[in-house]
Nanobody, 127 residues
Framework: QVQLVESGGGLVQAGGSLRLSCAAS????????MGWFRQAPGKEREFVAA????????GYEDSVQGRFIISRDNAKNTVYLQMNSLKPEDTAVYYC????????????????????WGQGTQVTVSS
């Protein structure tokens, strides 16, 4: 089992920044590719960003490319999502997720690739 706990959400004005953190416990963190997803009210959960086991590969959803940065610190068992130039449409509950990865360079963009999920943290961007 992998336990994931997100933190860092909150209320921010448009154009501002937030950094989300996701602390993992339970298994060897470096064996897992990590991802961030979000779910806005009335919408389905969507992919935001993902990172490979040792951080060498990353992927982003088009609308956050250039504004968000995913990173990880395997010594701290933590993955981060730095969110800059936030927009009201970024308002959502943000979830981190872990996927057992066989290859060090792999990351995943689909929900069903992920076996473990956190409880989510609310991000609200005011206009």
């Amino acid at each position: 089992q992998v336990q994931l706990v997100e933190s860092g959400g909150g209320l921010v004005q448009a154009g501002g920044s937030l950094r989300l953190s996701c602390a993992a416990s339970g298994r060897t963190f470096s064996n897992y590719a990590m991802g961030w997803f979000r779910q806005a009210p009335g919408k389905e959960r969507e992919f935001v960003a993902a990172i490979s086991r040792i951080g060498g590969s990353t992927g982003y959803e088009d609308s956050v490319q250039g504004r968000f940065i995913i990173s990880r610190d395997n010594a701290k068992n933590t993955v981060y999502l730095q969110m800059n130039s936030l927009k009201p449409e970024d308002t959502a509950v943000y979830y981190c997720a872990a996927a057992r990865a066989m290859y060090s360079g792999s990351y995943y963009t689909r929900e069903y690739d992920y076996g473990y999920w956190g409880q989510g943290t609310q991000v609200t961007v005011s206009s």
